[in-house]
């Protein structure tokens, strides 16, 4: 007997040890996300709500060549700042376009026939620009462009500050570090990740413009073998054609890291930007290459059907509710879910009967509030989607079928949310401006053939 107590003293003892403060708080960070959360009421009939005004939500990218009128503007994003669009003050969108131009344009919702509040317009590329980011500041806008170079332009003077060129292919993407807004990360058609450093660089004789090159680079980021070095052409071979690098980002909750998307599959790597790839000292001409400390150890694109892997086009973090999550839409038309820090993708996907991803254009964005995903679509039709994310993430839910906005013409690419609205930009050279109106919606609604000459709406 006394044996037997003494055993079942040990058990109890090892039970109170694993279940400290401590080892408490140690198995709810290490848990997955998706696995934290309680159903929420839904937020569905909330973006059944939404309308565009033809007359004040239509913003039109004016081409700067004589032969045509408008330009496809082919990215955009909200400011962010602590008084940003993000969080309610004046909504100003950065609008990207084919031509290299970027149209600064203040969305906030006015009367119809209202004229548009002045616009401000820079000219930083003469190729078009992929991708356009707000510093973290919002005094700079960093462009990405065809030309294989990212740009820094002030916007209190429109002035470029700085050309960063290092990659050798179109340069696809790029992300701010939210802890310094000196250091960022740009992806290439060429597969290589860049890191950057605005204080490190020459300036031009002449001149305050501050030309620089990568302070790191990750070459072949998405190959099966990551390269250490730019890769060399081969006599007679044809190099084989690399991984575009299509999306990067920092995660909120993970400091120091960069979670990277490729066009050749859904798998997502996590790329610890302390660590070097290997413990020996690297020469000082050559700084040492981040480890990919994750990977997602599933393709999800290879889960509904598909023959063969199809890559991520865009990716997008949560937040607030959905925070501990990253979003990814698919050339299989869905948006797939990964939670952080292992990047494992979820059994829930968001998708709709007409969504079409078949380009590398189609954007993805997250609301301020973290409920709602929005996303563009391919096609001529003009259709882009919302989905409510808060609930299909979480364990026993049902993903719900998104709504389809539907009111212009061509592909929609980008997309991005600020505070009680959305914008989207579509081949046809126009933003539209998007806002949940209850009221308006049920007169649609009601009387459609009329309202359609002034409106347009979400489709149930």
Request: aromatic share 8%; charged share 20%; glycine share 8%.
């Amino acid at each position: 007997m006394k044996d037997v107590f003494m055993e079942d003293a040990r058990v109890t003892q090892g039970r109170v040890r694993r279940n400290t403060a401590f080892q408490l708080h140690s198995r709810f960070m290490a848990s997955p996300a998706t696995q934290l959360r309680r159903q929420a009421p839904s937020t569905l009939p909330i973006l059944q709500s939404f309308v565009s005004s033809h007359k004040s939500d239509v913003f039109k990218c004016q081409s700067i060549g004589d032969d045509t009128y408008l330009t496809p503007p082919y990215a955009c994003s909200y400011s962010h700042g602590d008084a940003g669009a993000k969080f309610g003050d004046v909504p100003r969108l950065a609008v990207a376009t084919e031509q290299g131009t970027v149209h600064i344009l203040n969305t906030s919702r006015r009367k119809d026939w209202d004229v548009e509040p002045p616009r401000m317009t820079i000219q930083p590329h003469q190729n078009g620009v992929f991708d356009v980011k707000w510093s973290t500041d919002d005094t700079s806008l960093a462009t990405c462009s065809g030309d294989q170079s990212t740009r820094i332009s002030c916007l209190k003077t429109g002035a470029i500050t700085h050309v960063l060129r290092g990659h050798t292919s179109t340069v696809k993407c790029m992300a701010w570090d939210p802890s310094n807004k000196s250091l960022l990360a740009t992806g290439g058609r060429d597969g290589a990740i860049c890191l950057w450093d605005l204080r490190v660089g020459e300036r031009l004789q002449n001149s305050e413009l501050i030309a620089a090159g990568p302070v790191m680079t990750i070459h072949g980021a998405h190959e099966e073998t990551i390269i250490k070095s730019k890769p060399k052409p081969r006599k007679g071979k044809q190099n084989p054609t690399p991984r575009t690098i299509t999306n990067i980002l920092y995660p909120n909750s993970q400091p120091y890291g960069l979670v990277s998307s490729s066009s050749f599959d859904g798998i997502l790597r996590y790329w610890d930007l302390r660590k070097p790839s290997s413990p020996r000292k690297a020469k000082a001409s050559k700084p040492a290459v981040p480890s990919d400390l994750y990977s997602s150890p599933i393709d999800p694109t290879t889960l509904c059907g598909s023959r063969r892997p199809r890559g991520i086009i865009s990716l997008a973090s949560g937040t607030g509710p959905t925070a501990g999550l990253i979003f990814g839409i698919g050339a299989d038309s869905r948006v797939h879910t990964y939670d952080l820090p292992t990047l494992t993708a979820q059994s829930n996907t968001f998708s709709h009967e007409h969504l079409q991803t078949s380009s590398f254009y189609v954007g993805l964005s997250v609301s301020p509030c973290g409920r709602w995903l929005a996303c563009g679509g391919s096609g001529n039709t003009g259709n882009s989607f919302l989905f409510d994310a808060e609930n299909a993430c979480r364990p026993g839910s049902i993903t719900q079928r998104g709504v389809e906005l539907r009111g212009q013409t061509g592909e929609v690419g980008a997309v991005d949310w600020a505070q009680n609205m959305l914008a989207t930009c579509t081949d046809d050279g126009t933003v539209r401006v998007w806002r949940p109106d209850l009221e308006m919606h049920v007169k649609c609604l009601e009387n459609s053939e009329e309202s359609k000459w002034d409106w347009s709406w979400s489709m149930q």
